[in-house]
Antibody
């Protein structure tokens, strides 16, 4: 059974940093692209970032470019999102999601982790 | 960047109704479009990919069509479990989602 479990969310002050993790199991992690998608409270889905299976291709939404860094460790079956210079508008539930290729639909999603940016 | 729009934003319907949701892209995305269902407090669930391919395990009352810039998601006979919010996603160029369509009880 495919499982994606996010962790690392919490309350952080504006300008602060946070690192999210996503632990994957039930599939060959190194064969799939991975993604982060966020959802602000009461709002719609927003794609954040994608990384190819071997980390050769990495893409970011304009709203996070230069502040967020996506990475993965295939030996640990883990995906990460390093978030720096956080703003109030980054407050959201962050989901990790599996993709077929680096630009793809997302067939499995984690349960999400809440990031709140507030003073 | 490719912008996605959906209509309507809210749809009130009854069990057994045929429901159609429209998604439009700001430029051609060929058939690189997916549809998701999301219920409150839950992660989105993939329903349709490549505009018209039904994800494994998804009931056949869901169908998708379209190509280029205009797409539709149809629920042939609305069931109680289908009251939710539906999102389209383009993956022709990076990724972006539509604003969502909430299907609620009439």
């Amino acid at each position: 059974e495919v499982q994606l479990v996010e962790s690392g969310g919490g309350l952080v002050k504006p300008g602060g940093s946070l690192r999210l993790s996503c632990a994957a199991s039930g599939f060959t992690f190194s064969s799939y692209s991975m993604n982060w998608v966020r959802q602000a409270p009461g709002k719609g889905l927003e794609w954040v970032s994608s990384i190819s299976s071997s980390s050769s291709y990495i893409y970011y939404a304009d709203s996070v470019k230069g502040r967020f860094t996506i990475s993965r460790d295939n030996a640990k079956n883990s995906l990460y999102l390093q978030m720096n210079s956080l703003r109030a508008e980054d407050t959201a539930v962050y989901y990790c999601a599996r993709g077929d290729t680096v630009t793809s639909f997302f067939d499995y999603w984690g349960q999400g982790t809440l990031v709140t940016v507030s003073s | 960047d490719i912008q996605m729009t959906q209509s309507p934003s809210t749809l009130s319907a009854s069990v057994g109704d045929r429901v159609t949701i429209t998604c439009r892209a700001s430029q051609s995305i060929s058939s690189w479009l997916a549809w998701y269902q999301q219920k409150p407090g839950k992660a989105p669930k993939l329903l349709i990919y490549k505009a018209s391919s039904l994800e494994s395990g998804v009931p056949s009352r869901f169908s998708g069509s379209g190509s280029g810039t205009e797409f539709t998601l149809t629920i042939s006979s609305l069931q109680p479990d289908d009251f939710a919010t539906y999102y389209c996603q383009q993956y022709n160029s990076y990724s972006s989602f539509g604003p969502g369509t909430k299907v609620d009880i009439k």
